[in-house]
């Protein structure tokens, strides 16, 4: 069973690790510097470019990808930690440009094309890209601008940012004049920038050996879709029941549609993978009309929404809409393991027509030590069970009466899972004991 000690001291391992990366340009920079200081506002804004131009690279190693990064945290909120902290680096840069104008009228000339025209533009291009990765990002559904695109400019616009900065810090020379200092700087730069390197080329050249062919499209309920890959010439993915991977539809890996989904298949069935999917725009509305026979190719799996660390005699899980999709992947598994452990699928849906696994959850309860309870929003008369939305008062009727002898699993809309992590917690159930993935990830 995962320990409160040990999360934390995980947690709190990594959280020092990315701290002292930040913050280590500024040591850097000190070490061995003998120049007078130039004032408190114009060091202070110095400082606020070495640390946002180091938060800038890290954001590289923060959607690499990697399984071991950011354990134990999972890769959702991973990716939404790269999302605050790329807020955060923006305004460092931000600020690092403000505050040095403001400090002293001899910085105008980096921006003045008079001065040296090659320097204005690059800079004054680090800050149109900066601007427009926090604006593209922020407004994207708004502005109407698709993933695919939005994705391939978002590393596009903070390889120039990175790159720029680093060849500026260089030719500053300030902080930096001595060789050795120089080279870790460029190292540390290079480093992180590979990342994006190994991310959309050596990866997609691993996936292109291990192809798979789409053998069934089925429509689950209305607007859901399952979809079944089989692998050709290879003996399949690897992974554990609750993890996810990206999926890239096509002849050819390389393409800007790669997309995370979820895997509602068991990993004890080796011979086919299963994905279900919900129509929300973009790629999934034209889920349905995939044609048999469409290559596809797998990156992952990723995902730390399993129960294979677990001991506990009985897990719940609280699950909404297609939330549900990493639940049938673990229950599957446990019906293949013969594992009996005592488990409750809380589960709300708008209605009984509107429940993809209906029929198949009923099944695994009388296979397993199961109890599924079903929330609908809508009902007919002769409905007896929960109704409306998923409650604190649904899940403490249906939850047992010793609630800390649980490890629970929360799936689905963000509204439903405010509400159960909520009531979690003012319950007293340890952080550690509550898993929880968000369908959110870009």
């Not at 460092?92 to 090659?118: C, Q, R, W, Y």
């Not at 190994?198 to 062919?213: A, C, I």
């Not at 890239?248 to 995370?260: A, S």
């Not at 002898?405 to 929360?410: I, L, T």
Request: charged content about 20%; overall charge negative.
């Amino acid at each position: 069973m995962r320990t409160r000690s040990a999360f934390i001291i995980n947690s709190a391992k990594w959280l020092l690790l990315f701290t002292v990366l930040v913050v280590a340009p500024l040591a850097l920079a000190v070490v061995g510097h003998e120049e007078e200081a130039r004032g408190f506002w114009t060091e202070f804004g110095v400082g606020l470019g070495f640390v946002g131009l180091a938060m800038m690279g890290l954001q590289f190693v923060l959607t690499a990808r990697y399984s071991k990064i950011g354990a134990p945290f999972g890769m959702d909120e991973l990716l939404n930690f790269h999302g605050q902290a790329g807020y955060v680096a923006w305004l460092f840069i931000m600020g690092h440009f403000i505050i040095l104008f403001l400090a002293d009228s001899e910085f105008h000339k980096f921006l003045d094309p008079t001065v040296n025209l090659p320097r204005a533009v690059a800079l004054s291009g680090v800050i149109a890209a900066v601007c427009a990765l926090i604006a593209t990002t922020y407004w994207r559904e708004k502005i109407g601008l698709v993933y695919e695109w939005w994705r391939a400019s978002h590393g596009v616009l903070a390889l120039f940012v990175v790159f720029i900065g680093t060849v500026h810090i260089m030719q500053v020379g300030f902080y930096i004049s001595e060789l050795w200092q120089q080279i870790v700087w460029v190292g540390f730069s290079l480093g992180a920038m590979s990342m994006l390197v190994h991310n959309r080329v050596f990866r997609p050249l691993q996936m292109k050996k291990k192809p798979y062919k789409v053998v069934s499209v089925k429509e689950e309920v209305k607007e859901t879709w399952s979809i079944e890959l089989e692998p050709v010439g290879h003996e399949g993915l690897d992974f554990k029941a609750g993890q996810f991977v990206w999926i890239t539809l096509g002849d050819t890996p390389f393409k800007l549609q790669q997309h995370p989904f979820t895997i509602s298949s068991s990993p004890e069935v080796r011979d086919k993978i299963r994905f279900t999917i919900k129509e929300l725009g973009d790629f999934t509305s034209k889920v349905g009309a995939v044609e048999l026979g469409s290559t596809a190719f797998i990156e992952g799996p990723y995902g730390n929404f399993t129960m294979d660390e677990t001991t506990s005699t009985h897990n719940v899980f609280i699950v909404g809409g297609i939330g549900i999709t990493p639940t049938m992947s673990i229950l599957q598994t446990l019906r293949e393991r013969g594992d009996q452990r005592h488990t409750t699928v809380i589960y709300g849906t708008p209605s009984k027509e509107m429940t993809p696994f209906y029929e198949e959850l009923k099944a695994l309860s009388a296979e397993l030590n199961l109890n599924v309870v079903h929330v609908f929003e809508e009902y007919d008369e002769e409905w007896e069970g929960e109704t409306g939305f998923i409650t604190p008062e649904i899940m403490r009727r249906n939850l047992p009466k010793d609630i800390s002898d649980c490890e629970y699993f929360v799936c689905g809309p963000p509204p439903m899972m405010d509400v159960a992590e909520g009531a979690l917690r003012e319950w007293g159930v340890p952080v550690h004991m509550v898993h929880s993935e968000r369908f959110n990830i870009v």
